[in-house]
């Protein structure tokens, strides 16, 4: 322990101190935080890879998925599990809410839902692509009565290494991918229109630069930074949770595609709103973080008044 009594007199030995001390203050409240797990969960990439290039998809599969995924919740026809009042008890109707729905919720990896009572996470998606294709091949054949379709034009996540045989086939994908991508950001030339359309439509809850933002009833509007195109589209479309629908009435498919190509902008700079973009950090309070930051100044200039005095004495 001498070695410490030793350290400290050293001159820098306060500064140590409080820095350590408010570094554990920092990890204390973010393993204390309700909310650091969701905040982690959230931002863990998504991996899912879009369905276009399925040429072959297993109905039947679709239906074994659906029943023994989706159907304890859903019903086995997609109408709902609900008590006597109405009350939806596990899952609700999905009959009406459409493939784009579908894709949306578990390419995000929201369904299969772990809790019918909280709002899910974003997570790495429970199923493969191929899975994915015949169960809303199944869906569509068996179960849809509408709602709207998986915009196909618009892109989805990037093909993956994994799902072909050799190099050359997947480097031939990626390339076609990465055009398809390109040209369908570029085709928005209205960028001005797209920051209109997302500040009046989706920055009160989102936020300004697209770090998300907590609602009431212990719901929340997640970060939309790793939302592909494609799940932004079909989050608009279909209104997850507490997300009002954006039908493309509401907001032209043009428009849809000037406000997508304006959060890949956010995405693809997450500090172009303001100097320290601190909603990135996410749940972490920007508060406590101006907090910390302010105390460990006036701490630092105490340290430095009193040091200053001794060395006069
Ligand atoms: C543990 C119960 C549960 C399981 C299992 C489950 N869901 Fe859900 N699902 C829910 C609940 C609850 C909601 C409503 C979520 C909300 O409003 O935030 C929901 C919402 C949805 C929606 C959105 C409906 C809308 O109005 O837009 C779709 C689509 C959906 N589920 C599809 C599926 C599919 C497909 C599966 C199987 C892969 C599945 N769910 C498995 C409980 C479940
Ligand atoms: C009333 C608040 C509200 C508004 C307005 C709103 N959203 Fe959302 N949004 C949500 C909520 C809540 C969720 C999560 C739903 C869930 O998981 O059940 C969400 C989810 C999303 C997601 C999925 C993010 C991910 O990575 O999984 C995207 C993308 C999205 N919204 C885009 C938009 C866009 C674009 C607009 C504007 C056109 C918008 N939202 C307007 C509340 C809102």
Redesign the pocket.
């Known amino acids: 322990m001498k070695w410490i009594t030793a350290r400290r007199r050293h001159p820098l030995a306060g500064y140590v101190v409080v820095i350590l001390a408010l570094a554990l203050f920092g990890v204390g409240y973010a393993a204390l935080a309700p909310t650091a797990e969701q905040a982690q969960a959230q931002t863990l990439a998504a991996d899912a890879p879009s369905q276009e290039n399925v040429d072959d998809v297993d109905i039947a599969n679709g239906e074994d998925i659906f029943n023994q995924t989706c159907a304890t919740c859903h019903n086995y026809d997609g109408s709902g599990t609900y008590d006597e009042n109405g009350e939806i008890l596990r899952g609700p109707d999905i009959r009406g809410v459409g493939a784009a729905a579908v894709n949306f919720q578990v390419s ?1 990896g ?1 369904m299969p839902s772990m809790d019918p009572d909280a ?2 996470p ?1 997570k790495p998606m429970a199923m493969t692509e191929e899975e994915l294709a015949d169960l809303i091949a199944y869906y569509n054949a068996q179960i849809r009565t509408g709602g709207p379709d998986i915009p196909y034009d618009v892109p989805g996540e990037a093909p993956e290494r994994s799902s072909f045989e050799d190099e050359a086939s997947y480097e031939a994908a990626l390339e076609e991918y990465e055009n398809e991508y390109d040209s369908y950001l570029e085709g928005a030339d209205d960028t001005q229109m797209g920051m209109q ?2 500040l009046t ?2 920055a ?3 936020g300004w630069s697209g770090g998300g933002g907590a ?1 009431t009833d212990g ?4 970060e ?1 930074h ?2 592909t195109p494609r ?2 589209y079909e ?2 479309v279909s209104g ?5 629908i ?1 039908s493309d009435g509401a ?1 032209e498919p043009e428009e849809k595609q000037e ?1 997508i190509s304006y ?1 890949k902008t956010l995405q693809a700079e997450p500090d172009a709103g303001g100097i320290f973009d601190l909603q990135r950090v996410g749940q972490v309070a920007e508060g406590l973080i101006a907090w910390v930051v302010g105390l460990a100044l006036i701490i630092a200039c105490a340290i430095w008044i009193t040091a200053k005095q001794r060395a006069h004495d």
């Open positions: 995000t929201r709002q899910m974003r359309l997302y439509n989706c009160h809850c989102h609602l719901r929340w509007a997640p939309i790793d939302a799940q932004i989050a608009m997850p949770g507490a997300m009002p954006f907001i406000l959060i």
